[in-house]
């Protein structure tokens, strides 16, 4: 009797508790003044974001610092070796927040709405949270490659005929990471010895690489986001996509530091990123969500997202170490 009791009180009680703390949160942000995010979103993307955040909480007031993902990392430690960090919130690939994690930079992180966001999207440890995601897929040109005769797995990109036909990003190596984690160390580097004797093209950056394939300079772009693939697509150019199985996902994440200067500005601005509202945001802005329930503009990359059939790409081990390599591999130095 007294269990059950108990039960009844927790259902009556636990949500009172929980709006109850909504008024001490909000308090806390006014007080506080603002909060501050150092992410690679851009300007114009992050627009969305403030824009969506305003309306929400017309009282949140956002600091937005863009920087690459490397001069984020630098300034980040710069001003953690300090004791002067100033940013409360870290947007980055979840390489940089797994180094910063290691470096102490940051601590764990909770929201209330992580229990909504699809199972990659949650740290188990408990460090980050992802916000969105992208998939590495094959994307051709139609006019040179018909979709019968594109590669449909990442062994057929080893087959002599696409020798010289394809492009690859030559800025990350996602190619590698994504092998040996998928193959494992010795089949993964195999895999990659193979495909460096393939004569692919070295494109820096994903857009350029999609522009030049959409503009014939070759047929095929290998290991590319499939957002960007898919907005060529729907602007009519001739450019169109296949999934390898699995289909390999990267994440781009957001983390706490350890002590933010703005702890309840912290907390509402990760909550908003992942609740239906920001979420919605990023699509906008382009992006490719991670909140069950909120669609992409493309039907066929939330079909992609929710067959579950995806190889999410975690950095093992070192990564600078799969950095030099990727760039032996693929540009032979």
Known sequence: MRHRIAIVLAAVLLPVFAFAQTPALVEQVKKEGEVVIYTTTTVRD???????????????????????????????????????????????????????????????????????????????????????????????????????????????????????????????????????????????????????????????????????????????????????????REKGAPVDWLAGSPTFATLSAIAVAANPPHPAGARLLVDFYLSAEGQKALVAAGKIPLRRGVKSSSKAIDDLLESGNLHVIKPEGDYQRYMKLYREFVGGK
């Open 46 to 232: 992050f627009e969305f974001v403030i824009k969506a955040a305003k309306e929400k909480y017309p009282f949140l007031k956002v600091q937005h610092v863009y920087l690459s993902s490397a001069r984020q990392a630098a300034r980040v430690m710069q001003e953690y070796r300090a004791g002067k960090l100033q940013a409360d919130v870290l947007g980055n690939s979840l390489e940089a927040l797994l180094y910063f994690k290691e470096q102490k930079v940051i601590g764990k992180i909770d929201s209330s709405e992580a229990k909504q966001m699809l199972g990659v999207a949650v740290d188990p440890e408990g460090y980050w949270l992802g916000t969105t995601t992208d998939l590495l897929i094959s994307a051709f040109n139609t006019k040179d490659l018909p979709r019968q005769k594109a590669p449909k797995s990442y062994d057929e990109y080893l087959q002599p005929g696409f020798k010289g036909l394809m492009a690859i990003n030559s800025g990350v190596p996602y190619a590698l990471t994504g092998m040996t984690g998928l193959r494992g160390e010795e089949q993964g580097i195999a895999y990659m010895k193979r495909l460096s004797q393939q004569n692919v093209r070295l494109v820096e950056g994903f857009t350029h690489m999609i522009n030049l394939l959409a503009a014939g300079e070759y047929p095929l772009a290998i290991f590319t986001q499939v957002s960007k693939a898919q907005a060529m």
